[in-house]
């Protein structure tokens, strides 16, 4: 069933990430969640994490793509020549004067602050606050990739951002509930 903040169709429920999750214990079998827990203040994506681990059935996976504070922070620091164009599109749909769309630190403020970003995760950060939601078997993915088969071809965020942008600057891990 898909949810959001703000639904835009019908066929979307109403879900407020920051608050107890409608669900009873263990009756999903996956989640996936897509450039949203950036969206949410550190403490409330730690309970958000521990909700989902919460109605996760055991052996249920959750998905989470979001900024890679990583890969930000070297774009920032030492910027791979091999993403010049990466930036200089994403500088450019974000309107930024013609003349400094070769800059990253636009691209890179964007990521740390634009859309309403509260929190970017580093890996380690993330596979910490997984492991810490009672989660387990951490492990970082491609976009559109996933060992489990309905997770595969999710993502819509390059629909917004581009293809190539999106698998740049996006940390994508998956996690299983324990069986036990």
């Known amino acids: 069933m898909p949810t959001d903040l703000t639904p835009s169709r019908p066929d979307v429920m109403f879900l407020d990430a920051r608050k107890k999750l409608p669900f009873q214990d263990a009756c999903v079998d996956l989640i996936h969640t897509e450039h949203m827990i950036e969206h949410i203040d550190f403490d409330d994506g730690q309970r958000f994490l521990a909700e989902c681990a919460r109605i996760l059935k055991p052996g249920g996976r959750i998905r989470i793509s ?100 999106n698998s740049y600057h996006s940390l994508i891990v998956e996690a299983v509930k324990p069986q036990t």
């Open 66 to 165: 979001t900024p890679d504070f990583d890969r930000v922070l070297a774009l920032a620091q030492h910027p791979d020549p091999k993403v010049g164009s990466l930036i200089r599109a994403a500088n450019a749909r974000n309107q930024v004067d013609p003349e400094k769309l070769d800059d990253p630190i636009f691209a890179v403020n964007r990521l740390f602050s634009g859309h309403g970003h509260r929190f970017l995760y580093s890996v380690r950060m993330l596979e910490e606050c997984l492991l810490s939601a009672g989660l387990q078997d951490v492990r970082r993915q491609e976009v559109g990739e996933s060992e489990e088969p309905d997770l595969r071809g999710l993502e819509q965020h390059d629909q917004r951002v581009g293809a190539e942008w």
